[in-house]
Protein backbone atom coordinates (compact mmCIF):
# COMPACT_ATOMS: atom_id res chain seq x y z
CA UNK A 1 0.00 0.00 0.00
CA UNK A 2 1.43 3.48 -0.70
CA UNK A 3 2.75 5.63 1.64
CA UNK A 4 1.08 8.69 2.82
CA UNK A 5 2.69 12.29 3.56
CA UNK A 6 3.57 11.38 7.08
CA UNK A 7 4.94 8.45 6.42
CA UNK A 8 7.28 9.43 3.52
CA UNK A 9 8.13 12.29 5.73
CA UNK A 10 9.00 9.94 8.60
CA UNK A 11 11.00 7.92 6.43
CA UNK A 12 13.18 10.87 5.67
CA UNK A 13 13.34 11.56 9.11
CA UNK A 14 15.36 8.49 9.05
CA UNK A 15 17.96 10.20 7.19
CA UNK A 16 18.91 12.70 10.00
CA UNK A 17 21.99 12.57 12.00
CA UNK A 18 22.52 14.18 15.43
CA UNK A 19 24.22 17.38 15.20
CA UNK A 20 23.20 18.13 11.33
CA UNK A 21 21.95 21.41 10.13
CA UNK A 22 19.26 20.56 7.78
CA UNK A 23 16.59 22.68 5.55
CA UNK A 24 13.50 21.48 4.53
CA UNK A 25 11.84 22.64 1.44
CA UNK A 26 8.16 24.54 0.94
CA UNK A 27 5.85 21.86 1.01
CA UNK A 28 5.59 17.98 2.25
CA UNK A 29 9.32 18.35 3.32
CA UNK A 30 8.45 20.53 6.57
CA UNK A 31 6.67 17.13 7.62
CA UNK A 32 9.90 16.06 8.59
CA UNK A 33 10.08 18.81 11.61
CA UNK A 34 7.60 16.27 13.28
CA UNK A 35 9.50 13.53 12.96
CA UNK A 36 12.99 14.06 14.56
CA UNK A 37 13.89 11.21 16.77
CA UNK A 38 13.69 11.53 20.33
CA UNK A 39 17.14 12.61 22.03
CA UNK A 40 18.52 14.28 18.60
CA UNK A 41 19.68 17.58 17.91
CA UNK A 42 19.28 18.71 14.51
CA UNK A 43 19.13 22.44 13.74
CA UNK A 44 16.67 23.20 10.91
CA UNK A 45 17.65 26.14 8.62
CA UNK A 46 14.91 28.64 6.87
CA UNK A 47 15.84 30.74 3.91
CA UNK A 48 14.14 33.71 5.81
CA UNK A 49 16.82 33.55 8.49
CA UNK A 50 15.65 31.17 11.50
CA UNK A 51 17.50 28.22 12.59
CA UNK A 52 16.27 26.02 15.35
CA UNK A 53 13.12 25.40 14.08
CA UNK A 54 10.87 22.34 15.76
CA UNK A 55 7.50 20.99 14.74
CA UNK A 56 4.86 22.51 13.69
CA UNK A 57 2.61 24.45 16.67
CA UNK A 58 -0.73 23.26 18.00
CA UNK A 59 -3.72 25.92 17.92
CA UNK A 60 -3.09 27.23 21.33
CA UNK A 61 0.53 27.84 20.33
CA UNK A 62 0.57 29.55 17.43
CA UNK A 63 2.95 32.87 16.96
CA UNK A 64 2.40 34.70 13.74
CA UNK A 65 5.72 36.27 13.73
CA UNK A 66 7.52 33.32 13.74
CA UNK A 67 7.42 31.73 10.34
CA UNK A 68 9.41 29.47 8.23
CA UNK A 69 10.13 30.24 4.04
CA UNK A 70 7.15 29.11 3.21
CA UNK A 71 4.91 31.46 5.49
CA UNK A 72 3.54 28.62 7.63
CA UNK A 73 3.96 29.26 11.72
CA UNK A 74 6.52 27.27 13.33
CA UNK A 75 8.38 26.78 16.84
CA UNK A 76 11.53 27.14 17.45
CA UNK A 77 13.81 25.02 19.95
CA UNK A 78 15.76 25.81 22.62
CA UNK A 79 18.65 27.90 21.27
CA UNK A 80 17.14 28.67 17.82
CA UNK A 81 18.26 32.28 16.58
CA UNK A 82 16.95 34.59 14.03
CA UNK A 83 18.97 36.46 11.25
CA UNK A 84 18.91 38.64 7.80
CA UNK A 85 17.72 36.47 5.20
CA UNK A 86 21.15 37.09 3.23
CA UNK A 87 23.32 35.31 6.46
CA UNK A 88 21.12 32.41 5.63
CA UNK A 89 22.06 31.98 2.01
CA UNK A 90 25.54 33.01 3.31
CA UNK A 91 25.18 29.48 5.75
CA UNK A 92 23.62 27.79 2.55
CA UNK A 93 26.33 29.02 -0.05
CA UNK A 94 28.95 28.05 2.30
CA UNK A 95 28.39 24.56 2.52
CA UNK A 96 27.32 24.60 6.06
CA UNK A 97 24.45 22.48 5.71
CA UNK A 98 24.71 18.82 5.80
CA UNK A 99 21.43 18.30 4.20
CA UNK A 100 18.19 19.47 2.49
CA UNK A 101 15.03 18.13 1.92
CA UNK A 102 13.13 19.35 -1.23
CA UNK A 103 10.11 18.59 -3.25
CA UNK A 104 10.01 18.38 -6.55
CA UNK A 105 7.58 17.97 -9.66
CA UNK A 106 10.09 15.71 -12.07
CA UNK A 107 13.60 14.09 -11.24
CA UNK A 108 15.27 12.60 -14.23
CA UNK A 109 17.07 9.35 -14.31
CA UNK A 110 20.92 11.05 -13.74
CA UNK A 111 19.52 13.29 -10.52
CA UNK A 112 18.51 16.23 -12.15
CA UNK A 113 15.40 18.35 -10.41
CA UNK A 114 13.07 20.52 -11.62
CA UNK A 115 10.86 21.80 -8.80
CA UNK A 116 10.06 25.98 -9.18
CA UNK A 117 8.33 26.48 -12.16
CA UNK A 118 5.69 25.12 -14.97
CA UNK A 119 6.10 27.54 -18.36
CA UNK A 120 2.83 29.13 -18.28
CA UNK A 121 2.25 29.52 -14.60
CA UNK A 122 2.67 32.51 -12.32
CA UNK A 123 5.26 32.08 -9.59
CA UNK A 124 7.05 34.43 -6.79
CA UNK A 125 10.43 33.57 -7.50
CA UNK A 126 12.96 30.74 -7.79
CA UNK A 127 13.14 30.83 -3.90
CA UNK A 128 16.06 28.91 -2.83
CA UNK A 129 16.35 25.34 -4.24
CA UNK A 130 19.10 26.87 -6.81
CA UNK A 131 21.69 27.70 -3.69
CA UNK A 132 20.57 24.21 -1.91
CA UNK A 133 21.15 21.97 -4.63
CA UNK A 134 24.58 23.52 -5.07
CA UNK A 135 25.75 24.07 -1.69
CA UNK A 136 24.57 21.29 0.51
CA UNK A 137 26.45 18.81 1.27
CA UNK A 138 23.42 16.09 0.43
CA UNK A 139 20.12 16.34 -1.28
CA UNK A 140 17.01 13.98 -0.50
CA UNK A 141 13.81 14.48 -2.71
CA UNK A 142 10.08 13.99 -1.25
CA UNK A 143 6.85 13.53 -3.03
CA UNK A 144 4.59 11.31 -5.02
CA UNK A 145 5.61 8.56 -7.14
CA UNK A 146 3.59 10.21 -10.08
CA UNK A 147 1.89 14.04 -10.41
CA UNK A 148 -1.75 14.42 -10.24
CA UNK A 149 -3.11 13.60 -13.84
CA UNK A 150 -0.97 10.04 -13.07
CA UNK A 151 2.27 10.97 -15.13
CA UNK A 152 5.29 9.34 -13.76
CA UNK A 153 7.64 11.77 -12.01
CA UNK A 154 11.19 10.11 -12.04
CA UNK A 155 11.61 10.31 -16.20
CA UNK A 156 14.54 10.27 -18.24
CA UNK A 157 15.09 13.85 -18.61
CA UNK A 158 13.63 16.97 -17.28
CA UNK A 159 11.14 18.47 -19.17
CA UNK A 160 10.43 21.13 -17.53
CA UNK A 161 13.08 24.57 -16.19
CA UNK A 162 16.08 22.65 -14.29
CA UNK A 163 16.90 23.81 -10.67
CA UNK A 164 20.21 21.63 -10.65
CA UNK A 165 21.98 19.03 -12.47
CA UNK A 166 22.65 15.82 -10.76
CA UNK A 167 22.39 17.01 -7.47
CA UNK A 168 20.03 14.41 -6.02
CA UNK A 169 21.38 11.80 -3.78
CA UNK A 170 18.19 10.24 -2.79
CA UNK A 171 13.85 10.08 -3.70
CA UNK A 172 11.87 8.74 -1.29
CA UNK A 173 8.25 8.49 -2.69
CA UNK A 174 4.75 7.04 -1.67
CA UNK A 175 6.03 3.95 -3.69
CA UNK A 176 9.86 3.00 -2.77
CA UNK A 177 13.20 4.91 -1.50
CA UNK A 178 15.59 4.68 -4.21
CA UNK A 179 19.74 5.85 -4.16
CA UNK A 180 21.90 7.51 -6.66
CA UNK A 181 24.46 4.71 -7.74
CA UNK A 182 27.99 7.34 -8.45
CA UNK A 183 29.34 4.91 -10.82
CA UNK A 184 26.14 4.48 -13.28
CA UNK A 185 24.38 7.62 -12.18
CA UNK A 186 20.84 5.63 -12.04
CA UNK A 187 19.32 5.49 -9.53
CA UNK A 188 18.86 1.93 -7.39
CA UNK A 189 15.55 0.93 -5.47
CA UNK A 190 16.31 -0.64 -1.94
CA UNK A 191 12.77 -0.14 -0.43
CA UNK A 192 9.79 -0.53 -1.45
CA UNK A 193 6.27 0.54 0.45
CA UNK A 194 4.24 -2.83 1.75
CA UNK A 195 2.34 -4.47 -1.01
CA UNK A 196 4.07 -2.62 -3.70
CA UNK A 197 5.58 -4.36 -6.23
CA UNK A 198 8.71 -4.35 -8.67
CA UNK A 199 6.74 -4.06 -11.42
CA UNK A 200 4.33 -1.56 -10.21
CA UNK A 201 7.43 1.09 -9.51
CA UNK A 202 8.65 0.22 -12.89
CA UNK A 203 5.11 0.78 -14.92
CA UNK A 204 4.95 4.19 -12.78
CA UNK A 205 8.63 4.95 -14.11
CA UNK A 206 9.94 5.93 -17.16
CA UNK A 207 13.56 6.44 -16.09
CA UNK A 208 16.15 3.76 -16.24
CA UNK A 209 16.21 2.15 -12.84
CA UNK A 210 18.45 -0.06 -10.88
CA UNK A 211 17.30 -2.47 -8.15
CA UNK A 212 18.75 -3.79 -5.07
CA UNK A 213 19.25 -7.59 -4.96
CA UNK A 214 17.20 -7.34 -1.77
CA UNK A 215 14.27 -4.97 -1.72
CA UNK A 216 13.58 -3.97 2.07
CA UNK A 217 10.20 -2.88 3.27
CA UNK A 218 10.50 0.69 4.39
CA UNK A 219 10.81 1.75 7.44
CA UNK A 220 9.34 4.97 9.20
CA UNK A 221 10.05 4.07 12.76
Same mark, same amino acid.
Given at each position: ?137 ? @?? =??? +?? !?? %?????? #?? /??? $? ?16 ? @?? =??? +?? !?? %?????? #?? /??? $? ?24
Amino acid at each position: MPLDRNQITARAALELRDGNYVNLGIGMPTLVANHVPEGMTVWLQSENGMLGMGPFPHEEDVDPNLINAGKQTVTGVEGHSFFSSSDSFGMIRGGHIDLAILGAMEVSQEGDIANWMIPGKMVKGMGGAMDLVAGVNK @VI =VTM +EH !CN %RKGAPK #II /PEC $TLPLTGLRCIDMIITDLC @VM =VMD +EE !CR %RFRVTE #IA /PGV $TREEIESKTTAELLFADELRDIATA
